[in-house]
T-cell receptor, first 113, second 116 residues
Framework: GENVEQHPSTLSVQEGDSAVIKCTYS??????FPWYKQELGKGPQLIID?????GEKKDQRIAVTLNKTAKHFSLHITETQPEDSAVYFCAASSNFGNEKLTFGTGTRLTIIP | ETGVTQTPRHLVMGMTNKKSLKCEQH?????MYWYKQSAKKPLELMFVYNFKEQTENNSVPSRFSPECPNSSHLFLHLHTLQPEDSALYLCASSPGGPSGGSNEQYFGPGTRLTVT
């Protein structure tokens, strides 16, 4: 089955700087890669996703890149703000129509004011 | 109500109790999920329902019993739990459909369960 590894497990960034979180996956058939943000006391919130037919997707300050050859994808947050502090999870899905997502272990991002 | 709601938000139960967790989605989705989230572990998928039919049981102990009466509601019935079952239980939904459809999953806020 699919295996997703996520790094780093914790990340501290000065406010205004950029943050990058990386994930690798094992199943070359994976074609859907979402990112979730989980704040304290809340459920994970889908913030951006990418499908295998594109290499990059951007939404305001967040962007995701995908390298299918290397089987890794990354989340980039620019101009970080205190409200970006949260735990971020990557995930991968191996079949379109297969409802299963395999999650990474999460990255706790702290933005230092 | 919008999105995915879960009740109760917090639950403390003894090992001999029987309780149920409830999830409701207001997104018109067809697939619903139960996940277990423990500290320092990846999200663990427990059950998947697509059009009310269970399509995944991820080797979950029988002390957890899911029920999906319709595409908008999902329950998790709990009995004779163990202390190691203490965790955040998350419900999610996705568009789903007969051929699967979109994988985008939307989560509820979770139920924080403590087994004493």
């Amino acid at each position: 089955g699919e295996n997703v590894e996520q790094h780093p497990s914790t990340l501290s960034v000065q406010e205004g700087d950029s943050a990058v979180i990386k994930c690798t996956y094992s199943d070359s058939a994976s074609n859907y890669f979402p990112w979730y943000k989980q704040e304290l006391g809340k459920g994970p919130q889908l913030i951006i996703d990418i499908r295998s037919n594109v290499g990059e997707k951007k939404d305001q300050r967040i962007a995701v890149t995908l390298n299918k050859t290397a089987k890794h994808f990354s989340l980039h947050i620019t101009e970080t703000q205190p409200e970006d502090s949260a735990v971020y999870f990557c995930a991968a899905s191996s079949n379109f129509g297969n409802e299963k997502l395999t999650f990474g272990t999460g990255t706790r991002l702290t933005i230092i004011p | 109500e919008t999105g995915v709601t879960q009740t109760p938000r917090h639950l403390v139960m003894g090992m001999t109790n029987k309780k149920s967790l409830k999830c409701e989605q207001h997104l018109g989705h067809n697939a619903m999920y139960w996940y277990k989230q423990s500290a320092k572990k990846p999200l663990e998928l427990m059950f998947v329902y697509n059009f009310k039919e269970q399509t995944e049981n991820n080797s979950v102990p029988s002390r957890f019993s899911p029920e999906c009466p319709n595409s908008s509601h999902l329950f998790l019935h709990l009995h004779t739990l163990q202390p190691e079952d203490s965790a955040l239980y998350l419900c999610a939904s996705s568009p789903g459909g007969p051929s699967g459809g979109s994988n985008e999953q939307y989560f509820g806020p979770g139920t924080r369960l403590t087994v004493t």
